[in-house]
């Protein structure tokens, strides 16, 4: 069963701070990448990687990183975090080198920027 | 711009009635594509995965695509009140990249 967890479920963090969401998969899947949700806007895809130390933009990379050290582990970093980086963050995996498969989510982290 | 398209709804079925849920999708190199519910406050998980065209059932749930007319539907048997979600609807582009529909949200009244 495949098993992708978030560092967190909720936060809560002032403007200005760097921000850390982490993703650990156990699968040993390829893939991982790190999407936002909000109402009415579905889902946005910020970077993906598809090996260890790589990593792709997605459509809405501007104001996010990521680091990919570890198979296991990607992390999104938010250098300066601002109002409107408030949104559910879901980080999924999946097994096939290239993507296009069925991907796997983690339970997603709800951040507020105050 | 590559999308995919569905009706936000909300779409409101009768308990024990057929909900049909559609989608379209813009790239012709599509060839895969994905159906996933999501429970408010949740996150998604796969319902359905179909890759050829025609129908493909699983329980109470079928699949059905038509590549020609880019096209994909899902149908729910028998609804139940637990199958009121927001259901996202996924396609594979010609890059192996997933384009992901906005959802339509599901209202199963009993």
């Known amino acids: 069963d495949v098993k992708v967890t978030q560092s967190s479920r909720y936060l809560v963090k002032r403007t200005g701070e760097k921000v850390f969401l982490e993703c650990v998969q156990d699968m040993d899947h390829e893939n991982m990448f790190w999407y936002r949700q909000d109402p009415g806007l579905g889902l946005r895809l910020i970077y993906f990687?598809?090996?260890?130390?790589?990593?792709e933009k997605g459509d809405i990379p501007e104001g996010y990183s990521v680091s990919r050290e570890k198979k296991e582990r990607f992390s999104l970093i938010l250098e300066s975090a601002s109002t409107n980086q408030t949104s559910m963050y879901l980080c999924?995996?999946?097994?096939?080198?290239?993507?296009?498969?069925?991907?796997?989510f983690g339970p997603g982290t709800r951040l507020t920027v105050l | 711009q590559k999308e995919v398209e569905q009706n936000s709804g909300p779409l409101s079925v009768p308990e024990g009635a057929i909900a049909s849920l559609n989608c379209t999708y813009s790239?012709?190199?599509?060839?895969?594509f994905f159906w996933y519910r999501q429970y408010s406050g949740k996150s998604p998980e796969l319902i359905m995965s179909?890759?050829s065209n025609g129908d493909k059932e699983d329980g109470r749930f079928t699949a059905q695509l038509n590549k020609a007319s880019q096209y994909v539907s899902l149908l729910i048997r028998d609804s139940q009140p637990s199958d009121s979600a927001t259901y996202l609807c996924?396609?594979?582009?010609?890059?192996?990249?997933?384009?992901w529909g906005a959802g339509t949200k599901l209202i199963i009244k009993p």
């Open positions: 996924a396609a594979a582009d010609s890059n192996y990249q997933l384009i």
């Open positions: 990687s598809y090996d260890v130390k790589m990593k």
């Open positions: 999924a995996s999946s097994p096939v080198r290239g993507g296009g498969d069925t991907q796997y």
């Open positions: 179909i890759y």
């Open positions: 790239d012709r190199g599509s060839q895969s």
